[in-house]
C-alpha cells in the first residue's frame, strides 16, 4: 500500500513560487509512476501534473509554463515547483503514485496522504 507525505505548501502572494515535496513509502518508487493534484473545497479533485517512471512529464493544460514536476528515486520523491503563482491556484495539493499510468491521470487511488495547503494572495 502506498503512502504519502506531502510539504512545502504555505502562503505566497500572487507572482511567488513555492516548491512542493511529496515522499512516497510502500511501493517499489523508481518503477512507479507519480501525479500531483489539487482541490479546493466544495470541488472534484483535479489533476495537476505526472511523471512516468522514466521521467516523461505531462501537465494540465492550464498549467503548462508555470508548474514543473520533478522525481528524486534516490529520495523517493517527487516535487511540484510552481511558478507565477495565481488566486487561483490556492488550493489542497496532493500526491500519489502507482504503477498505472491511466490510475495516475484519473486520480483514481483508494487511499491520499494530508494534502499540503498553499493559498495564494492577490
Known amino acids: 500500500q502506498v503512502q504519502v507525505i506531502e510539504s512545502g505548501g504555505g502562503l505566497v502572494q500572487a507572482g511567488g513560487s513555492l516548491r512542493l515535496s511529496c515522499t512516497v513509502s510502500?511501493?517499489?518508487?523508481?518503477?512507479?509512476?507519480a501525479g500531483w493534484y489539487r482541490q479546493v473545497p466544495g470541488k472534484q479533485r483535479e489533476w495537476v501534473a505526472a511523471?512516468?517512471?522514466?521521467?516523461?512529464?505531462f501537465y494540465a493544460d492550464s498549467l503548462k509554463g508555470r508548474f514543473a514536476i520533478g522525481r528524486d528515486n534516490t529520495k523517493n520523491t517527487v516535487i511540484l515547483q510552481m511558478n507565477s503563482l495565481k488566486p487561483e491556484d490556492t488550493a489542497v495539493y496532493y500526491c500519489?503514485?502507482?504503477?498505472?499510468?491511466?490510475?495516475?491521470?484519473?486520480?483514481?487511488?483508494?487511499?491520499w496522504g494530508q494534502g499540503t495547503q498553499v493559498t495564494v494572495s492577490s
Open positions: 511523471i512516468t517512471s522514466h521521467g516523461d512529464t
Open positions: 510502500g511501493i517499489t518508487f523508481n518503477i512507479n509512476h
Open positions: 500519489n503514485a502507482g504503477r498505472n499510468y491511466d490510475s495516475i491521470k484519473a486520480g483514481n487511488f483508494d487511499s
